[in-house]
């Protein structure tokens, strides 16, 4: 079974002017230990489709399905704390916590232990390369790279099964965009999560196991 299923996903939107039909009738499967780029122009659909996939937008039909469940019928909030991980190109890092801090706020809305999230913060910064002399920096002391890893660290640190990410690396320059792809590559094959990745960048894309594009609101596979 899919880890997540889009299944004839409808959703629009009205600007003073015209009714914008995002995604059109789109229906894919998206499975654990994949790593998905999804393509397209700017205004195709895509960061769209993938907030109807987070649950922060709600289809006007068609339906989500995690893991067999339809979204409307799960608690939204706890499916984005626990089960599924957005990841954002402006980051979201609270600015006035610590790096490590950053890393066990979920765990704390998921009602760790200090100790158990301190544990679960610090094995997970371990892992996207941030050793102790990060953890009690702010994230005004980061590079945009290192401010991208925490928030990395923050989704390895709940255990999520799908990491939804949009821009991750639109930011970043050729070095730290690699590592950041190099990260979530890791996060799909190593981690059996399934990663969807929103992009421009041509190297996440030959880096994904599966290409969709985005096109006037559709959605199609790319072949080789």
Same mark, same amino acid.
């Given at each position: 079974?899919?880890?997540?299923?889009?299944?004839?996903?409808?959703?629009?939107? #009205?600007?003073? !002017?015209?009714?914008?039909?995002?995604?059109?009738?789109?229906?894919?499967?998206?499975?654990?230990?994949?790593?998905?780029?999804?393509?397209?122009?700017?205004?195709?659909?895509?960061?769209?489709?993938?907030? %109807?996939?987070?649950?922060?937008?709600?289809?006007?039909?068609?339906?989500?399905?995690?893991?067999?469940?339809?979204?409307?019928?799960?608690?939204?909030?706890?499916?984005?704390?626990?089960?599924?991980?957005?990841?954002?190109?402006? !980051?979201?890092?609270? $600015? %006035?916590?610590?790096?490590?801090?950053?890393?066990?706020? $979920?765990?704390?809305?998921?009602?760790?232990?200090?100790?158990?999230?301190? +544990?679960?913060?610090?094995?997970?910064? #371990? #892992?996207?390369?941030?050793?102790?002399?990060?953890?009690?920096?702010? $994230?005004?002391?980061?590079?945009?790279?290192?401010?991208?890893?925490?928030?990395?660290?923050?989704?390895?640190?709940?255990?999520?099964?799908?990491?939804?990410?949009?821009? $991750?690396?639109?930011?970043?320059?050729?070095?730290?965009?690699?590592?950041?792809?190099?990260?979530?590559?890791? %996060?799909?094959?190593?981690? +059996?999560?399934?990663?969807?990745?929103?992009?421009?960048?041509?190297?996440?894309?030959?880096?994904? /196991?599966?290409?969709?594009?985005? /096109?006037?609101?559709? %959605? #199609?596979?790319?072949?080789?």
């Amino acid at each position: 079974m899919p880890v997540l299923s889009a299944q004839n996903l409808s959703y629009s939107y #009205k600007t003073k !002017y015209q009714t914008v039909q995002a995604v059109k009738d789109v229906s894919c499967d998206l499975n654990a230990g994949t790593f998905y780029a999804l393509i397209g122009k700017s205004g195709s659909g895509k960061t769209t489709l993938l907030s %109807l996939l987070a649950g922060l937008d709600t289809p006007q039909s068609g339906a989500v399905l995690v893991n067999g469940q339809n979204l409307r019928e799960m608690d939204v909030d706890m499916y984005r704390r626990k089960q599924a991980s957005v990841i954002y190109q402006s !980051y979201n890092l609270f $600015p %006035l916590m610590t790096v490590r801090e950053n890393v066990m706020y $979920p765990l704390k809305l998921l009602r760790h232990s200090d100790a158990g999230a301190k +544990n679960e913060a610090q094995d997970a910064l #371990k #892992k996207v390369g941030l050793d102790e002399s990060y953890w009690k920096r702010l $994230p005004a002391m980061l590079s945009g790279g290192e401010q991208q890893r925490v928030a990395i660290a923050r989704t390895l640190a709940v255990h999520a099964q799908i990491i939804l990410a949009d821009e $991750p690396t639109g930011n970043l320059d050729t070095e730290n965009s690699a590592q950041i792809i190099g990260l979530l590559s890791g %996060l799909a094959h190593e981690e +059996n999560c399934c990663v969807v990745v929103v992009t421009h960048d041509s190297e996440a894309a030959k880096a994904a /196991d599966i290409v969709f594009r985005m /096109d006037s609101g559709r %959605l #199609k596979e790319e072949t080789a």
